[in-house]
Structures are given as structure tokens and as C-alpha cells.
């Protein structure tokens, strides 16, 4: 059955509109089969699998993270804390941009007094610029809302990083546990 041309731009309005409400997705990194995120070794894939197997697991609770909980200063809305690992600490620190692939941050987003969600930026590929890193954040598991190499949502506030390599953190811990 053949589908009218005025259906067939009700479609796809629907579907751009369903997509801005539901998130967006521009895929993973195909040239991050390994992303190496831990000083012990640990690496991840980044996909949506990866990047959600390794937040559940919690495994970026041994990184240094901000001291408290705090109101986000951006768009993820809530209270926050963002966990940092050595990578992304590194770079901070020193100044050192681009980030060494592997830098990750996992910020907690809370509602209510206890964590609701999550959002991940990793450098995926080396230099600078939108394409070196992959997105992901959730309202909450296992649904993941916005993902993706360059992800047009999360590059909205990222690309205007002040020179940090998409970093937005205002501060981060500056002493080693």
C-alpha cells in the first residue's frame, strides 16, 4: 500500500518530534573498541552496553569526585556530583589539552536526595573537537536519553568549554586521595 505524500510528512514530523522529547543518538565511536578509563587497566567500549555496564558497576566511586552534592550549574538540571578519573584530573590540573583518550567524568544526577540518573562524557579518539568524545546520560537505567559521538544535545553546551576540551566543571579536587 503506497502512502500519500501529506502521511508520509505527518511521519516524519512525528518522528522529529518524538526524537527531541525522547533524546537523541548519533551512535558510538567505531574507532573506540577499547577505551582505556581506569589507572588499574580497565577499559570500556563505548557504546551504550559499555558505558552503562560500567556505571552500574560502579567502579567510578574509586575515582576523586567533588566533595558534596551540589545544584547543577548547567543543564542536567537537579543536584549533582561528578566523579573524575585520573586522565581528566591530569588534564585539568595541568592544563593539558587536548585530553588523553580514556578521560571520563561520571556525574550523578539526583532527585530527591538520592541518584536518579547519570551523564559520561569520554575521550574517545584523539585531538580536539566535537568527534573525540562520546556522550551518554539517563534519566534512569536501562534507558539512556541522549548518547553519542558528538551528540548534538550534549555538544549544545559542551563545544563551549572555555578552551578545557569540553570540559565545564567549574573546579575540580585538587588534591590526590
Not at 25 to 35: F, Y
Not at 48 to 73: C, F, M, N, P, R
Not at 75 to 84: K, L, N
Not at 139 to 144: C, E, I, M
Request: one cysteine or more; aromatic letters at 8%.
Amino acid at each position: 500500500m503506497t502512502q500519500s505524500p501529506r502521511v508520509l510528512r505527518a511521519a516524519a514530523l512525528l518522528t522529529t518530534v518524538l526524537s527531541l522529547h525522547c533524546g537523541s543518538d548519533t551512535g558510538a565511536d567505531p574507532q573506540a573498541v577499547a577505551v582505556p578509563v581506569d589507572d588499574d587497566g580497565t577499559t570500556i567500549v563505548a557504546d551504550k552496553a559499555g558505558l552503562t555496564a560500567y556505571i552500574q558497576s560502579g567502579k567510578y566511586l574509586k575515582w576523586e569526585g567533588e566533595a558534596a552534592v551540589h545544584d547543577s550549574v548547567r543543564s542536567h538540571g537537579g543536584s549533582v556530583r561528578t566523579y573524575f578519573n585520573g586522565k581528566y584530573l591530569f588534564a585539568r590540573r595541568t592544563g593539558t589539552y587536548p585530553m588523553a583518550v580514556g578521560a571520563m567524568s561520571v556525574k550523578e544526577l539526583y532527585s530527591g536526595g538520592s541518584v536518579s540518573g547519570y551523564a559520561a562524557g569520554v575521550k574517545t579518539r584523539t585531538g580536539s573537537g566535537a568527534d573525540t568524545w562520546t556522550w551518554y546520560e539517563t534519566t534512569g537505567l536501562p534507558d539512556v536519553q541522549y548518547f553519542g559521538v558528538a551528540n548534538p544535545t550534549c555538544e549544545g553546551c559542551h563545544s563551549a568549554d572555555s578552551g578545557r576540551d569540553r570540559s565545564l566543571t567549574p573546579t575540580v579536587p585538587t588534591a590526590t586521595r
